[in-house]
C-alpha cells in the first residue's frame, strides 16, 4: 500500500469490495425503512425506479419524470407523506437523484422547494452512492446492472428481507 492510498477515503477509489459494502449499507438501511415504514425514494425516473425494484425495493418508489410540473409533483408528495416520517419525525423522503450534472441540479431545485415547504429530505442515499459508486456510474439506472454484485451487501444491512 503506497503513501497515497493509505490515507484516501474509503469512499473514493480504492477497494471495489469495500465501496460495494458501503453503497450496499446504505441501499439495505434505506431498504429496509421503504419496506417497513412505507419511506418513499424520489428518483428521475422509470429505468431508476426499476434498478430500485432490482435491489428488493417494495415501498413506495415515486418518479420526478411523469409530466407534471415540479409544484404538482411536491403538492402531491407533501399530501402523500407529509413534511415528516410520522414514526419518528425524521424526513418524509429520499431524494436519488443522478449524481451527473444534470442530477445535482435537479437535486439541489427539489431541496430547495421542498425545504421551502418545511418537508424534511433524507439526501444521505445520494451521497453515499455518489462517493462509493463514482468510479463505476454516475447514474441510478446503472445499480440494475450491478445488482448481482451489490445485493448481497444490500441483503446484509436489510435483515428483515425475504
Known amino acids: ?26 441501499l439495505g438501511e434505506a431498504r429496509a425503512l421503504n419496506r417497513e415504514e412505507h419511506w418513499p425514494v424520489l428518483v428521475e425516473g422509470k429505468r431508476d425506479k426499476l434498478a430500485l425494484t432490482a435491489l428488493g425495493f417494495t415501498g ?29 419525525g425524521g424526513p418524509a423522503l429520499s431524494i436519488l437523484m443522478d449524481w451527473d450534472r ?39 439506472e446503472s445499480l440494475r446492472s450491478m445488482a448481482h454484485e451489490l445485493g448481497p451487501f444490500v441483503d446484509e444491512y436489510d435483515e428483515g428481507a425475504p
Open 1 to 26: 500500500m503506497t503513501r497515497d492510498t493509505k490515507h484516501r477515503s474509503p469512499l473514493g477509489a480504492g477497494d471495489a469490495a469495500l465501496r460495494f459494502r458501503i453503497a450496499g449499507q446504505a
Open 60 to 88: 413506495p418508489i415515486e418518479v420526478l419524470n411523469r409530466g407534471w410540473p415540479l409544484e404538482r409533483l411536491i403538492a402531491h408528495l407533501y399530501e402523500s407523506y407529509g413534511p415528516r416520517r410520522a414514526s419518528d
Open 102 to 140: 444534470t442530477g445535482g441540479r435537479l437535486q439541489n431545485e427539489l431541496r430547495r422547494r421542498m425545504e421551502g415547504m418545511d418537508i424534511k429530505i433524507s439526501e444521505d442515499l445520494r451521497t453515499v452512492l455518489m462517493k462509493a459508486l463514482k468510479p463505476e456510474t454516475r447514474v441510478v
